[in-house]
């Protein structure tokens, strides 16, 4: 009796393993660029550490070219969730694109503005006369750039701005070709270590753009809410380990891209910016602001980047965002 037990146990058991591992559903996921930046931490580290197995989800990231080409693949129908920057949808929407944020990684944006402490630029009207590098014109950060001039009561005309690519932003910089450059933490930490001294433009300075977001097409929202759920919380969990321990996050990450071991100190230091200035102590992790994206929404508009006039219920939704749940 206790052999034909165990071996209805055993077969249960084997046919309980066998359904959950059929539950797991294959997801695609569009990156704006190879996973392999520590941009991505939160995806990274996410997937590293089981998060997306433990929803039943088996991602799978391929980069694309770009946020706005993130956008155009999932409104195609070729993957039904990715990233870019939160400021993506209005600029794709106006050309009838149907895909929205589910979540916006960060309450500050993602743009930062560093200068040489050397030139004792301390605020964005030091900026007049002087040269900035950015990745490129139709970057996001490049137009967080020139709404932060706006702001300050300056024109594009006022500075002298070159695009350098993803490399030459932060090494044109730190070879003194250029004042200041307008990107990512991640550039930042770059001009650092190459005994570049940084001074940071106050955020309060730097226009209200927005910080990473997850994008989702409207027919998934609609019809597989439960795996864009599923992606939106297995990756705020991965944002939420970056917050609590910047250290122990970069150790996992330099596991997880084998490119980075032995860089753990470097990448502690732009995981700290990221805390600092880009998640900065966001309420509730990945929730939207409405007004934050209303603003960013009408400067695109004001500037002529987008045609025609999104309308702001139609670029998010935070339906997946688990309000109760504040940041740490």
Request: proline share 5%.
């Given at each position: 009796?206790?052999?034909?037990?165990?071996?209805?146990?055993?077969?249960?058991?084997?046919?309980?393993?066998?359904?959950?591992?059929?539950?797991?559903?294959?997801?695609?996921?569009?990156?704006?660029?190879?996973?392999?930046?520590?941009?991505?931490?939160?995806?990274?580290?996410?997937?590293?550490?089981?998060?997306?197995?433990?929803?039943?989800?088996?991602l799978t990231f391929i980069a694309a070219k770009g946020g706005v080409d993130v956008a155009k693949q999932i409104g195609?129908?070729?993957?039904?969730?990715?990233?870019?920057?939160?400021?993506?949808?209005?600029?794709?929407?106006?050309?009838?694109?149907?895909?929205?944020?589910?979540?916006?990684?960060?309450?500050?944006?993602?743009?930062?503005?560093?200068?040489?402490?050397?030139?004792?630029?301390?605020?964005?009207?030091?900026?007049?006369?002087?040269?900035?590098?950015?990745?490129?014109?139709?970057?996001?950060?490049?137009?967080?750039?020139?709404?932060?001039?706006?702001?300050?009561?300056?024109?594009?005309?006022?500075?002298?701005?070159?695009?350098?690519?993803?490399?030459?932003?932060?090494?044109?910089?730190?070879?003194?070709?250029?004042?200041?450059?307008?990107?990512?933490?991640?550039?930042?930490?770059?001009?650092?270590?190459?005994?570049?001294?940084?001074?940071?433009?106050?955020?309060?300075?730097?226009?209200?753009?927005?910080?990473?977001?997850?994008?989702?097409?409207?027919?998934?929202?609609?019809?597989?809410?439960?795996?864009?759920?599923?992606?939106?919380?297995?990756?705020?969990?991965?944002?939420?380990?970056?917050?609590?321990?910047?250290?122990?996050?970069?150790?996992?990450?330099?596991?997880?891209?084998?490119?980075?071991?032995?860089?753990?100190?470097?990448?502690?230091?732009?995981?700290?910016?990221?805390?600092?200035?880009?998640?900065?102590?966001?309420?509730?992790?990945?929730?939207?602001?409405?007004?934050?994206?209303?603003?960013?929404?009408?400067?695109?508009?004001?500037?002529?980047?987008?045609?025609?006039?999104?309308?702001?219920?139609?670029?998010?939704?935070?339906?997946?965002?688990?309000?109760?749940?504040?940041?740490?």
């Open positions: 009796m206790f052999k034909i037990l165990m071996k209805t146990f055993s077969c249960a058991a084997g046919l309980s393993l066998a359904l959950s591992a059929q539950a797991a559903t294959d997801v695609t996921y569009l990156l704006p660029a190879p996973p392999n930046s520590p941009a991505f931490a939160p995806w990274v580290i996410a997937k590293e550490k089981g998060y997306y197995t433990q929803k039943d989800l088996n195609a129908g070729n993957a039904m969730i990715g990233g870019a920057i939160g400021d993506t949808p209005i600029v794709v929407r106006a050309n009838g694109i149907p895909v929205r944020n589910v979540a916006v990684l960060g309450a500050g944006g993602v743009t930062m503005i560093a200068t040489n402490a050397r030139d004792n630029i301390h605020s964005i009207s030091d900026l007049k006369g002087k040269t900035l590098t950015v990745m490129s014109y139709s970057d996001t950060t490049y137009y967080a750039l020139l709404a932060s001039l706006r702001k300050a009561g300056l024109s594009k005309s006022d500075v002298n701005v070159q695009a350098a690519g993803p490399s030459g932003v932060w090494q044109l910089f730190s070879a003194n070709k250029s004042q200041a450059m307008a990107g990512v933490p991640d550039w930042v930490t770059n001009a650092e270590e190459a005994d570049t001294p940084i001074k940071l433009i106050p955020q309060e300075q730097i226009f209200e753009s927005m910080a990473q977001s997850i994008m989702a097409s409207d027919d998934a929202i609609k019809n597989h809410p439960e795996i864009i759920r599923g992606v939106v919380q297995a990756t705020l969990q991965g944002m939420r380990d970056i917050i609590e321990d910047p250290r122990a996050a970069a150790v996992t990450f330099a596991k997880a891209v084998p490119a980075y071991a032995g860089k753990e100190d470097s990448l502690e230091k732009t995981f700290k910016l990221y805390v600092e200035h880009v998640y900065a102590k966001q309420a509730v992790l990945g929730r939207i602001d409405p007004a934050r994206l209303e603003k960013v929404r009408q400067f695109y508009v004001s500037e002529g980047i987008v045609s025609q006039e999104p309308k702001l219920d139609d670029l998010y939704t935070n339906q997946f965002i688990e309000t109760t749940t504040a940041a740490n």
